[in-house]
Every structure is written in C-alpha cells, then in structure tokens.
C-alpha cells in the first residue's frame, strides 16, 4: 500500500475515535513523564548514573507493557473492534500477559545496548587515546594531536547512534508480531520482524520521513498530544498490511511449490 493511502486509511479509521485515541496516547505519554521526572528528582539524591539505571528499569518494567497495551488497542480499533481507553492495560491484566510484555520489552532493550555498544567502539578508542589520564598513567608526554579529538568523537558517536537506530529498527514489526498472535513468544518475533522487513523496511523509512513535518511540529509538546494517536494509527496500518503482504507471499510460494495434477482417462 502507498503511503498516502495508508495515511488517509489511518485517518479514517481515526475518524469518529479521536477522543478514545487521544485517551490512550496519553496514558503512555503522562506515564513516561512521570517515571522521567521522579528520576530527575532522584538524581539529585543518587546521581545521573544511578537515577538513569532506575529510569530504564522502570520503563521497562511500567512504560514497556503500557506501551504494547497502547499499540494493541490500535490495532484492535485498525481491525474495527472497539474497545475502551482502559484497555490499554491489557498486560497487566495477568501474569501471563504481564511475563510476555516484559519478555518482548526486556530482548529489544537488550539488542539496543548491545548495538549501541558495538557502533559505539570507535568513539570509546579514541576518547581513550585523547585522554590526558592515559598518558599520565603510562608516564609519556601528552600528544598535541591529542587535543583535537573530542570533535572526532563527537562525529562517531552521532554515526554510532544513527547505525543504532538502523539496526534496531529491524525489529520494529516485532510488538505488532507479538500483540497478533498470543502464541507468538520473543525471540519469534524478534527473528519474524527481521525477516518481514527485508521487503518492508524501506517503506516504513519512507513513512516515517513522510511524517517528518509532524514530528517536527511535536517537539513543541502540546502537539503531540493530537499526532502520537495519529503516528501510532499510520505504525500499525502499516505493520498490518507488511505482515497481510508476507503471508500473501508465503501462501503463494507454497501453493507453487505443490503443483497439481489432473489425471487423464
């Protein structure tokens, strides 16, 4: 499906549901918030290092199941089922549920620090080697070159956290994956994502530059009480319609690898 269909899809299955929806986002949004500045007011207590561990354990443990809650309300309203705000809660409804939200949550997480390690090395090497505590360790006069190469790993660390981003979003499919089929555990998911996207990552990049005045205009805060309903709505549509085309493409595979026979008299 185009991207302007798509768009004009998720603003009709909208229509007549924006309040609900606007609801919704802001269960997630306000959630975040709050998490983000109870953290800051413990960082004043425990330091930015121990208050960020806690913002992420948080997050994770709170904003991860909301979140998918959130994106499974859209979806089931993508689907014409409609449900109240309250539904968002859906994973918290049991321990079951509860255990699969943090599963799903707790591996993505675990794939972004490891990615955002691995593309962060070279900007780690050449801070070492521009450290003055370095060369005061090994006793050797401090290069002059040295100096210069906090710019450099300014420049890799910004590269870095764009090939994060890159390969993380491998697995954007992966909550919508897990959200359509209750059997669906992680680590399937995670692998599923990965292979659907091979065919549809470049047109959600497309998406989502499509949106970019949007998310522009969002910063500002008080938008983005309107648009996240409306981003989150385009997000599903289009996981929807990338995991309907790769089933297509699998049934029709196997329909051709099983060839039919007609008997003659």
Known sequence: MGITLLKKEAKSVLRGNWINAVITALMLLFSFLIIQNMCWVLSLVVGDIAASLVMLILTVLICGPLMLGVLRYFWRMAGKLSEAP????????????????????????????GFALLFSLPAILVYVISNHALYEFLHIPIPIWSQHLSYLVNFLLNIGTVLTAFALMRFYLAPILVIADDQMDAEEAIHMSAVIARASFLDFIFLVFSLAFWIILSVLFIPLIFTLPYFMMCYTLHAAHSIKEYNEKIKKLNDESFPSFVAGI
Do not use: H, W
């Open 86 to 113: 309250a539904t968002a809660f859906y994973y918290f409804s049991g321990v079951d549920a509860y255990r699969k939200a943090i599963r799903i949550c707790f591996v993505l997480v675990i794939r972004l620090l």
